[in-house]
């Protein structure tokens, strides 16, 4: 082997094994957070495991990319409509139905419990929308956006759109086993965990796509889903510092994953002219998260 291919493969396997110690890395930290939190916060410890969960299927659905380098455009545009079905039935069944129900209980009436909930879903869309204005990212198809997006390299442009996208779901995770319903809130992470294999593929095809390497794009497909653990975590032990706050945690979960799926995921599933096959996908979702939530909860 001559001294050109040495220097050509040396920083390949580099890369490889610095992502590789990342993710390991960032697992053992996880782990360890769940075992304080199961000796000193249980209802915490589930959400942060359900959150695993899902950042587990999301790393999972990373691994075609080993060895094929790219999908249909239309089965990427169902991917898209089915994560924004099971996003939309999770929001209604397991977000703002037991939130309405969760403000009936603590006393409010039917219209207070109602504009409570309300509030919050809207509360929850505009933080969103401040975080789309603030932060710089990139979008997979409609480009940049935010402040001084220039300055930034792509690749982290990439990373805030991957935190923008999943950030709510893992809120949603954490909120639901605060309301001390364990069925509900494992439902919840089941539902978003199947959801996030197609999702863990698009993204990594997308990053594929730009011009990373396959080693790149599988493990920071796999790092973009360790946010969800942490927003589990952190909706967790928000509402369970206060019980009052279950309607609106509840409310603000399904606000900040209606905002994604209108601002996000729909529109990139619509673009290609795909339009049916993301509703088809949409409709399975929908269908399947209302059959997780019912069976399970």
């Known amino acids: 082997m001559n001294t050109f291919s040495r220097h050509r493969i040396r920083p390949a396997a580099t890369s490889v094994s610095v992502w590789t110690l990342s993710v390991l890395v960032a697992c053992l930290g996880l782990h360890q957070l769940w075992v304080y939190f199961d000796a000193n916060a249980p209802h915490v410890a589930d959400a942060l495991l359900g959150g695993m969960v899902a950042a587990g299927a999301t790393a999972a659905g990373t691994l ?18 089915f994560g924004a079905g099971v996003m ?48 710089p990212h990139e979008h997979f198809i409609k480009g940049r956006e935010g402040m001084e997006a220039h300055r930034l390299r792509r690749t982290w442009l990439f990373v805030f759109a991957i935190t923008l996208h999943n950030l709510p779901e893992g809120l949603a995770i954490g909120v639901g086993y605060a309301g001390n319903d364990p069925v509900r809130g494992t439902a919840l992470a089941t539902g978003i965990a199947i959801q996030d294999i197609p999702e863990g593929l698009v993204v990594a095809v997308a990053l594929l796509a730009a011009g990373y390497k396959r080693s790149f794009a599988v493990a920071l497909g796999m790092l973009s889903g360790l946010v969800e653990p942490l927003g589990a975590v952190l909706g967790a032990a928000v509402v369970g510092w206060s019980a009052a706050l279950l309607p609106w945690g509840l409310g603000f979960a399904a606000g900040a994953m209606l905002f994604v799926i209108s601002h996000e995921i729909i529109p990139e599933s619509h673009r290609k002219g795909h339009e049916v096959y993301a509703t088809c996908g949409l409709m399975l979702g929908f269908v399947l998260m209302m059959l997780l939530d019912t069976a399970l909860g």
């Open 88 to 135: 939309l039935a999770a929001s209604a069944f397991s977000l703002v139905a037991p939130g309405i129900s969760a403000a009936e209980a603590q006393g409010a009436g039917p219209w207070a419990a109602g504009l409570t909930v309300g509030a919050a879903i809207l509360l929850g869309a505009a933080v969103l929308l401040l975080m789309d204005r603030l932060l």
């Open 64 to 81: 075609p990319i080993l060895f094929a380098r790219t999908i249909p455009q239309k089965m990427q545009d169902s991917m898209f409509g």
